[in-house]
């Protein structure tokens, strides 16, 4: 069973910044996974793609958190990290980490952490 413990969401005020972690109960340095990804949903909004990266390191982004958010992964301690600077009230949201297995083809999910922005 993979597990994918969230953690570091909070209360902070527009401008600052937190760093939020996944932890994996598998080796995400495996052959077999491939991208771990941030996903944000907002009350009311369908859950949005924040980041990914892919097992070598490529990085994508959401246009909204472009310049302000950075994903990174450390395969050797199975965690993913978002580290989010100069946030804003509209960052407010639960934040998912997302596993992608590649073999077979299966994606999991954390159970969420909350971040708060208050203006």
């Known amino acids: 069973q993979v597990q994918l413990v969230e953690s570091g969401g909070g209360l902070v005020q527009a401008g600052g910044s937190l760093r939020l972690s996944c932890v994996a109960s598998v080796n995400i340095g495996s052959f077999n996974i491939g991208d771990m990804a941030w996903y944000r949903q907002a009350p009311g909004k369908q859950r949005e793609l924040v980041a990914v990266?892919?097992?070598?390191?490529?990085?994508n982004y959401g246009d909204s958190v472009k310049g302000r958010f950075t994903i990174t992964r450390d395969n050797a301690k199975n965690t993913t990290y978002l580290q989010m600077n100069s946030l804003k009230p509209e960052d407010t949201a639960i934040y998912y980490c997302?596993?992608?297995?590649?073999?077979?083809?299966?994606?999991?999910w954390g159970q969420g952490t909350q971040v708060t922005v208050s203006s």
């Open positions: 997302k596993l992608t297995f590649t073999i077979p083809r299966n994606d999991y």
């Open positions: 990266i892919s097992r070598r390191g490529t990085t």
